[in-house]
T-cell receptor, first 115, second 115 residues
Framework: GQQLNQSPQSMFIQEGEDVSMNCTSS?????WLWYKQDPGEGPVLLIA?????ELTSNGRLTAQFGITRKDSFLNISASIPSDVGIYFC???????????????FGKGTKLTVNP | DVKVTQSSRYLVKRTGEKVFLECVQDMDHENMFWYRQDPGLGLRLIYFSYDVKMKEKGDIPEGYSVSREKKERFSLILESASTNQTSMYLC??????????????FGPGTRLTVL
């Protein structure tokens, strides 16, 4: 099935550093989603992207929808300890039944921020 | 705010037991999903439901079944729990037909341990 390749798998950074992660696919997506999962919690949507080339910010987070529609990037500026967690990219694909749709997720980037 | 609740945060069961994981959403969403999350494997879709009494297998349905008798409730059933089903289980929901509305909203997760 369709897969999203997310990298890096993990990052260890110092507080204040900028972070960059990306997600690529062999297939075209019409939507890219970025989620964050805090330890012990469910993922929460950070940013949704709907147009190729779109650049969207949410506070210190910026995400871009790649122009080829096969990739997306998430950047975090000036990291702080509460940025710790797992970041997932996701994109929608059709299910096998008419009208059904599901998300395919990358395997996640685990971020550790040292104070 | 969308609220997705799961019946238990932590659950311990014995091998061979029948296990029910319940998920309820309060936003009248048509679609609901069950995932399991394991270290290094990301989120894997078990089953999803795109309407009441409608279901579709995800990527790893073996050993699981689901029930959706009411729109707001989606149950995951482990007919005979096994140790390899020890995992974090996440429920999600989303609406359908809203332009740009692919986002799934997640519950807090149930950490299931099968002894």
């Amino acid at each position: 099935g369709q897969q999203l390749n997310q990298s890096p798998q993990s990052m260890f950074i110092q507080e204040g550093e900028d972070v960059s992660m990306n997600c690529t696919s062999s297939s075209i997506f019409n939507t890219w989603l970025w989620y964050k999962q805090d330890p012990g919690e469910g993922p929460v949507l950070l940013i949704a992207l709907y147009k190729a080339g779109e650049l969207t910010s949410n506070g210190r987070l910026t995400a871009q929808f790649g122009i080829t529609r096969k990739d997306s990037f998430l950047n975090i500026s000036a990291s702080i300890p509460s940025d710790v967690g797992i970041y997932f990219c996701a994109g929608p694909i059709l299910g096998t039944q008419g009208g059904s749709e599901k998300l395919v997720f990358g395997k996640g980037t685990k971020l550790t921020v040292n104070p | 705010d969308v609220k997705v609740t799961q019946s238990s945060r932590y659950l311990v069961k014995r091998t061979g037991e029948k296990v029910f994981l319940e998920c309820v959403q309060d936003m009248d969403h048509e679609n609901m999903f069950w995932y399991r999350q394991d270290p290094g494997l990301g989120l894997r879709l078990i089953y999803f439901s795109y309407d009441v009494k409608m279901k579709e297998k995800g990527d790893i349905p073996e050993g699981y079944s689901v029930s959706r008798e009411k729109k707001e409730r989606f149950s995951l059933i482990l007919e005979s729990a096994s140790t390899n089903q020890t995992s974090m289980y996440l429920c999600a929901s989303r609406t359908w037909g809203v332009a740009g509305g692919n986002e799934q909203f997640f519950g807090p997760g149930t950490r299931l341990t099968v002894l």
